[in-house]
Each structure stands twice: as structure tokens, then as C-alpha cells.
């Protein structure tokens, strides 16, 4: 196929609210023919999407959806509520209301996790799998330690007093005051992703988890990586490709950012494999 080539004049973007059991759902739409649902990651809401949806909107009906807790989708009073079962739920509501029978889940992250929690719960109704960085593949509390300290009350304080103590960061070190203090910033803007991620209790997180089951999929299955992509996102890619054997791995131009910054890269590539993926 062709490359994408970047049209002259976006296509109306729809930007649509509905009221579903667990609160009131946010989604861009764009576009007609086969639904190709992009789900945002972890530090994000829709707006990740937002470049990519034009070229797409071509030939594709996208739907963007912030997910229940991010962007101008509702966040939730009682943290508890927040599970991977009740985003997949909001989704399976959406999707029943807009009457879509079959989909092609993209999902970078948490997003990702989302994506193949629904697909493992309704195979006949997902056409295609393409994840970014997946979370959700094994409970590893070790990985997130840092963000569940950092974020609590007593990370607020330990940056606090070591404050006056900070010195220039030391390459090879442990990461500076200025780094643990601007990722404490981040998560804090993020209060529902923290609250999926790692600070639920392990008997709420490993029902969820996805790496298992995910051999059991017989839909086409692909995991995106950028060729400078830090070791996380290497390691999340590798859990993947050995989890799900049949998936595919392509290595596109980007760092762990490929949504948001290598646009055309990843719309191309999406472009060719939604072809391949939904007939078209």
C-alpha cells in the first residue's frame, strides 16, 4: 500500500459525551469504514491521539475516547472504583450504544492493558490488537516502587527535606532531586492512572493481569517499539512478543513517545496494517 499522504484539510473531528454506569464518557470521532478505537496511555488522555487522526479519518472510523478518571471524561469520587474491569466495561457500553459489532483496538500502556483485557474478553468482537509499551502483562511491584513512594504523602515530604541538600545530578547515579520531584508532579496530575497502576492491593491487580491468557488470542496482534526506546519499554515489548508468540513486532523511527511525536511513522504503519487487518 501507498504511504499515507497528509490531507490538505482535516475531516471534522466530533467531540461527543454519553452517561454510562460508571460515569460520564469523553470521545473524539473521525472518519467512516472499519472502527479503529485508539486507547491513551498513562500520562495521557485523547489528545495523544489527536495528530494522527486526520490522515486515519481517510478511510477509518475513529473513535478516541478519554478513558473514565483523564481528561474531560469524569473522575470518580471513590478511588476505589477504579479496575481495569470497570474501563473495559465503560467500553463494552459504549460500543453496545453506538451499535459497533466488530473493532480494532490500538493502545499505548494502560491503554494497552485496557485494550487486551476487552479483546480477551470479547475475541469475536476485535478484529486486531496493536499495543505500544503494554502494562498489564505481570504484577510488578518492584517496577513501579518509586512512583507508589513518590506520589504518597511521605514521598512529599522526603523531597521536601532533602530539598536544601540536592546537588547536580551525577550521570550513572540514582535520579536527581529534580527528577523524583518532577515525576512526582506528573503522577500527581494522573491520580487515576496511579490509582490503576500500583496502588491498588495485589489480590485487586492479579485477576487483571493480562500475560497468561494472551496466547489464547487468535486475532492479528502486533507491538510497536521506537528504535530508541529506553529499557522498560524494550522489556515490555520482549514480555509481549513471548506471551502472545503470534503477535508481531515492528520497530518503528521514535523513542517510548511514537503517538505523540513520530506521527507519520506510526500512521503510515497503522494505515498498511489496518488494510491488511480489516480488508480494506
Keep these: ?59 477509518y472510523h475513529c473513535l478516541v475516547p478519554d478513558l473514565i478518571g483523564f481528561g474531560e471524561s469524569q473522575r470518580l469520587k471513590d478511588q476505589s472504583a477504579y479496575s481495569i474491569r470497570m474501563q473495559v466495561n465503560t467500553l463494552t457500553e459504549l460500543f453496545d450504544a453506538l451499535r459497533l459489532e466488530s473493532v480494532v483496538l490500538v493502545g499505548h500502556s494502560l491503554g494497552a492493558w485496557i485494550a487486551a483485557r476487552y479483546a480477551l474478553r470479547y475475541p469475536e ?11 498489564g502483562l505481570s ?32 550521570p550513572g547515579r540514582s535520579p536527581s532531586w529534580l527528577e523524583n520531584y518532577h515525576l512526582r508532579q506528573l503522577l500527581r496530575r494522573h491520580p487515576a492512572a496511579c ?13 487483571e493481569i493480562v500475560g497468561t491468557q494472551l496466547a489464547g488470542l487468535s486475532m492479528p496482534m502486533v507491538v510497536l517499539q521506537g528504535e530508541g526506546a529506553g529499557e522498560t519499554s524494550r522489556q515490555l515489548t520482549q514480555t509481549f512478543a513471548v506471551a502472545a508468540p503470534s ?21 503510515n504503519f497503522l494505515d498498511s496494517w489496518l488494510s491488511s487487518v480489516t480488508g480494506g
Excluded at 454519553?18 to 472518519?31: A, D, S, Y
Excluded at 469504514?33 to 481517510?58: A, E, M, N, Y
Aim: aromatic fraction near 10%; proline fraction near 10%.
Design 1 to 59: 500500500m501507498e504511504p499515507l499522504f497528509w490531507p490538505k484539510t482535516s475531516l471534522p473531528v466530533r467531540n461527543l459525551r454519553r452517561q454510562f454506569k460508571h460515569g460520564q464518557l469523553f470521545w473524539r470521532e473521525v472518519g467512516r469504514g472499519p472502527v479503529v478505537v485508539l486507547l491513551h496511555g498513562s500520562w495521557h488522555d485523547s489528545d495523544q491521539w489527536t495528530k494522527i487522526l486526520s490522515p486515519l479519518g481517510q478511510q
Design 195 to 207: 490509582r490503576l497502576l500500583f496502588q491498588r492491593q495485589r489480590k485487586d491487580l492479579e485477576p
Design 247 to 267: 503477535a508481531m513486532v515492528k520497530v518503528l523511527p521514535g523513542n517510548d513517545e511514537l503517538p505523540s511525536y513520530e506521527v507519520t511513522a506510526i500512521a
Design 139 to 170: 504484577y510488578e511491584p518492584k517496577r513501579w516502587l518509586r512512583a507508589r513512594w513518590l506520589v504518597s504523602p511521605l514521598g512529599g515530604l522526603w523531597l521536601s527535606l532533602i530539598k536544601p541538600f540536592a546537588r547536580k545530578p551525577i
Design 125 to 135: 468482537r476485535v478484529k486486531g490488537l496493536c499495543v505500544l509499551e503494554p502494562e
